[in-house]
């Protein structure tokens, strides 16, 4: 059975938990493999909405498995936040696994996020201050905290010593902030391993053997292609690596279990924080596309930049990830438009040029170069087939299959679990 990776296309907030929601019934695990509660799903079932940070969007899919891999960096206090949430709404989160090498945010990550951002000034990343940058850097150092830690408390003080040990000068010297006690840190750590411990397991082990029984496992992407650490558009992009090699890293496996990877693609753009931003719109359009669209972060609450979709990046997403599908969420949108335009390449220093630039000189520099498509104005929410929507609509998603490199096998049409119109299965 397959191992299928989902990641996001663009610069995230695609429409991840939807699709993942929507697969979820039919696999046997969902599994988060890189980033922390910095990343965002909105899913809704029924007349229900959940907004999911940490957890897999498959833990709202009775009879599946979600498991957070040992890449994704674990806030205790929001993850058992977020579970009890869950619990208090009727959601059955007992079957969640943790992987004991997934590495602990402490207090002094976030601490330490919070004021280098604002140190920063106008040279700010856009950092979300959850600590998520500095608990990867403290991975990278080798003075991370990690799951496992938690039940070894000897351990535990030694790691978080040897870590305050450069910290505190900073934050004393540098930033003329108190020094953190390293006691008050153990001691609030190690009062989250009772809570933690039911979930905690060797996910590796774990998922290999789930795939070895012909289980079905989905790996699931916290952010974007263009926010990955080394193939985003650096350095605002996210301390970790969202692409499809992501997965392989961040859960174990190894490449030769990945039978698809599904890209999703809003049918338009947007980004959340600092950074270039091709077809960013800062007039009427724009602003309609981020009220019909309720483009709000899940996590932050920021508003979204919004502009026009951008088959440049789309094609780079496909080359990257080696997508084999989309997924193209919210076409509904763009419902009213008379003419929707299309990036479908960029001007940079007057000359066309059709790929993403891989300098960030020249990326910062590009202006798109629009196609108009015709648009549509009839209500497709209640579409079930492709044959059910608009011909404009029609010919809009197939022009944007044609530039993105990759067949469009399900297309989102509303919010809802079932506003969805499968082209191809995905299994």
Known sequence: ????????????????????????????????YQGGNNAGHTVVVGDQKYALHLLPSGILSPGCTPVIGNGVVVDPSVLLSELSGLNDRGVDTS???????????????????????????????GTTGRGIGPTYADKINRVGIRVQDLYDESIL????????????QLLTKLYNRRAIAVDQVV???????EKLAPYVADTVLVLNQALEDDKVVLFEG??????????????????SNPTAGGACTGAGVGPTKISRVIGILKAYTTRVGAGPFP???????????????????????????CGWFDAVIARY????????????????VLTGWEQIPVCVAYEIDGKRVEELPYSQTDFHHAKPVYEMLPGWSEDISKAKSFSD??????????ALEEMSGAPISAIGVGPGRDETIEINSFL
């Open 279 to 305: 077809t960013e719109l800062f007039d009427e359009d724009g602003e309609a596309l981020r009220r019909i669209g309720g483009e709000r972060g899940v996590t932050t609450g920021r508003d979204r930049r």
């Open 317 to 332: 997403a496909t080359r990257v990830n080696g997508l084999t599908d989309f997924f193209l969420t919210k076409l509904d």
């Open 389 to 398: 929507l608009p011909k404009n609509a029609q010919s809009y998603v197939k």
């Open 1 to 32: 059975m397959p191992a299928l990776v989902l990641l996001g296309a663009q610069w995230g907030d695609e429409g991840k938990g939807k699709a993942t929601d929507l697969l979820g019934g039919s696999v046997d695990y969902v599994v988060r």
């Open 157 to 168: 003080e030694q790691k978080v010593e040897a870590a305050l040990d450069v910290k505190n």
């Open 222 to 239: 916290g952010q974007g292609t263009l926010l990955d650490i080394d193939h985003g558009t650096y350095p605002f992009v996210t301390s």
């Open 95 to 125: 079957k969640l696994l943790i992987s004991g090498n997934a590495h602990i945010i402490t207090p002094y990550n976030v601490t330490v996020d919070k004021v280098t951002e604002r140190f920063l000034g106008k040279r700010k990343i």
């Open 187 to 193: 001691e609030e750590l190690l009062g989250y391993a």
